[in-house]
Nanobody, 115 residues
Framework: QVHLVESGGGLVQAGGSLRLSCAASGRTFSIYLMGWYRQAPGKQRQLVATITSGDSTNYADSVKGRFTISRDNAKNTVYLQMGSLKPEDTAVYYC?????????WGQGTQVTVSS
């Protein structure tokens, strides 16, 4: 089992920045990918960014050039640095940890961008 705890969400004005953190505990040695998804009201959960254990990254087109995903393996933590935030970035952001046989999700953290 893997347990994920997210932090760093909040309210920010358009154009501002936020950094999300997700700390993993438990069977972390089995994780080969971590990432962030988001879900806005009335919409499906969608990919934001992922990073593999080999530091390969993948971003949604809508956040490329504005968001940066990174990880600290010593702390079993993944970060999402968000910049140039837009009102359409408003959503609940969920952390994902993936191993070969299961996906684990955090509880979600709200990000609200005001115009």
């Amino acid at each position: 089992q893997v347990h994920l705890v997210e932090s760093g969400g909040g309210l920010v004005q358009a154009g501002g920045s936020l950094r999300l953190s997700c700390a993993a505990s438990g069977r972390t040695f089995s994780i080969y990918l971590m990432g962030w998804y988001r879900q806005a009201p009335g919409k499906q959960r969608q990919l934001v960014a992922t990073i593999t254990s080999g530091d390969s990254t993948n971003y949604a087109d809508s956040v490329k050039g504005r968001f940066t995903i990174s990880r600290d393996n010593a702390k079993n933590t993944v970060y999402l640095q968000m910049g140039s935030l837009k009102p359409e970035d408003t959503a609940v952001y969920y952390c994902l940890a993936r191993e070969t046989t299961a996906d684990y999700w955090g509880q979600g953290t709200q990000v609200t961008v005001s115009s």
